[in-house]
């Protein structure tokens, strides 16, 4: 069948006519799938997107009033202990939900699979899913409620992440607690404005972001079905941080008593040029500008008692009033800014049908962020967070925030937990601890609530695998 004529002329008249090029070869059911792609794409915003994001190179303009927002500390200031009650409340009235954002492409880890369902603990094992699971049953179980999961997940990564939670009993949940919502693609587009093939019956697209995590929501309905809940607080973290506390009461406390429609984790940054984005204030609006765009001398700028100025960095852990992401999201979608990435994507050569896998960036990938919508927030709040405690994700194979330096935190910290109530744990002559160790959130998910608990009679001998699992039990090797 040729293509029809209305297609034909729809991708012709915006100069994309070779996506069609090997449509009339097609079998029927892959000319269905690539008519459908080709349907559902806005050429009017393809053509406005190629002229503003691909014949040119955005640049990022500095406004010259730049200054360092204000951040509650990490104990919570003087309302810690209102805040923490407050947060607590919301938990118990079943008022706050969970969202993981798990669409990414994890390129850099190079895993075959979700992300979450890598095994990321120093001794069981666990993949990031489950350590996540037992996180949130463990809060629901100490309020008394049920707490629904959000979960993103791409249009690559939905049948297999699926697939994960049906395997191993959906972690403990009930299958309706845990909703997975599909994020949207951005086409990629190659340097001079054009469509790439990945195959011939399929165009090339990539996730559109965790800032398309907000339109999402909506599209998918999770919004009303969080709304039928009674949810009016989103807990917002990313997959890859195995030391996240996915709902910290003090911090949703801070959030719903500041009247914030959107919050966030601060970390004090290592060192003034540490590649993570920096909280700012611009024109009243707290805002997170790129590493790469914040200029050195800015960067190193410090205040008159010596600290740094912008020494906020964001590790994506947020707090939305659901009431927000409605106003964001209320005429369907939720268009924050795009950023561009130069990427290598192979495709296939309208004129040979070969498939090139180019060598060179090729293409233009555009993505949302989320932070972009702090600043479309009436009122934000931030908090700042220790490194020790909640930071340390896996991003690459090897080196830094890889694998090896997130289970070294992760033993730190649970060893450190294990230390503050009286336990001794073995370590060597740097410093270092000697044992694999790891705890159970569903047992402990703090140190405050394994100081209630723990049988301070445990020993860990030297090289031990030590896991305390969910009753308490003592496990590993
Ligand atoms: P990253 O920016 O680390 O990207 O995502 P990534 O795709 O996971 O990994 P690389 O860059 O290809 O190696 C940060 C978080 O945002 C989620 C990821 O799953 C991760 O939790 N994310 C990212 C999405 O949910 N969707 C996206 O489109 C992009």
Redesign the pocket.
Known sequence: MTAPEALREKVESVGQGHVLAFYDELSSEHQDLLRRQIEAMDFGQLSEWVETYVRRKPKFDLPADVQPPEIVPSDGGPLAKSAKQRGEELLAAGKVAAFT?????????GYEGP?GCFPATPVVKKPLFRLFAEQIRAAALRYGVTIPWYI?T?PTNDTATKAHFRQNDYWGFSPKDVIFVV?GTMPAIDFNGKLLLARKYRLAVS????G??LSALRKSGALDEMASRGVEQISYF???NPLVRSLDPLFIGLHDLAGAEMSAKALPKREPMEKLGNFCVIDGKTRVIEYSDLPEELARSCLPDGRLKFSAGSI?IHLFRRSFVERLTADGRCLLPLHRADKKVPYVDPAGGQTTQPAEPNAVKL?MFVFDALPLAEKTLLLETRREEEFSPI?NMDGADSLATSLHDQVRRWATWLESVGIGVPRDADGRVAAAVEISPLYADSAEELRKKVDKTITISPGQNFYLGSRGQIGGS
Do not use: M
């Open positions: 954002v798990a669409g990414g492409q994890g390129t850099r880890l992300k993103l791409s994020q996730p559109d972001g965790h398309g995590s990313q997959v890859d994506a993505e991003k």
